[in-house]
């Protein structure tokens, strides 16, 4: 079973939109969780960490359900720019990152 | 400054020609990583160091060594290079006490 399982996509939007992705992982054991973004090509950025009250930052609002196993990300007003792969982390071991495959997001005009 | 730089950016191989990837940061950061991206799966752990001098497998280690000489340096060896080791290659590096990852460009490797 994989470490951390998110739907691969596509997902195709309008400008303006408000987009919701899920991740879910499997070792409930894992202490730390976060989304990043992955533009096609390029390396992986930290878009947020995720916390357990909840998280925003601008458009972007963080969920963790450490019940469920399952972390979510909501954007909102989806701007071309949003247009990208989002990975979701999670770690077990301070040292050890999992990551899913990705979701990949097509906001169009 | 430069943050992780890698060398080389790309590289195409023989099936069983050897090569040395490196990853550079000078952001003085304790820990280091690699990891292997294939298309439709994640990014994985081949090799990580928490320190200079010490290394510790990841998820797939099998056909990679990796030497930490220096804090600053994290280099990554194919001895043998195989079809199944086309990948890109990302370097990655963390301050200790915190858990922002700063990634690399990304190494392109093509066995043939």
């Known amino acids: 079973r994989k470490e951390v399982e998110q739907d691969p996509g596509p997902f195709n939007v309008p400008e303006g939109a408000t987009v919701a992705f899920n991740c879910t992982y499997s070792?409930?054991?894992?202490?730390?969780f976060f989304w990043y973004r992955q533009d096609c090509r390029k390396e992986p950025k930290l878009l947020m960490s995720?916390?357990?009250s909840g998280n925003e930052d601008g458009r972007f609002t963080a969920q963790l359900n450490r019940a469920s196993q399952y972390i979510s990300l909501l954007i909102r007003d989806s701007k071309l720019s949003d247009s990208a792969t989002y990975l979701c982390?999670?770690?077990?071991?301070?040292?050890?990152?999992?990551f899913g495959s990705g979701t990949k997001l097509n906001v169009k005009p | 400054n430069a943050g992780v730089t890698q060398t080389p950016k790309f590289r195409v191989l023989k099936t069983g020609q050897s090569m040395t990837l490196l990853c550079a940061q000078d952001?003085?950061?304790?820990?280091m990583y690699w990891y292997r991206q294939d298309p439709g799966m994640g990014l994985r752990l081949i090799h990580y160091?928490?320190?200079?001098?010490?290394?510790a497998k990841g998820e797939v280690p099998d056909g990679y060594n990796v030497s930490r000489l220096k804090k600053q340096n994290f280099l990554l060896g194919l001895e043998s290079a195989a079809p199944s080791q086309t990948s890109v290659y990302f370097c990655?590096?963390?301050?200790?006490?915190?858990?922002?990852?700063?990634f690399g460009p990304g190494t392109r490797l093509t066995v043939l």
């Open positions: 160091s928490v320190g200079e001098g010490t290394t």
């Open positions: 982390v999670v770690t077990r071991d301070f040292n050890k990152f999992y």
């Open positions: 070792n409930s054991a894992s202490q730390s």
């Open positions: 995720v916390y357990s």
């Open positions: 952001m003085n950061h304790e820990y």
């Open positions: 990655a590096s963390i301050r200790f006490g915190t858990d922002t990852q700063y």
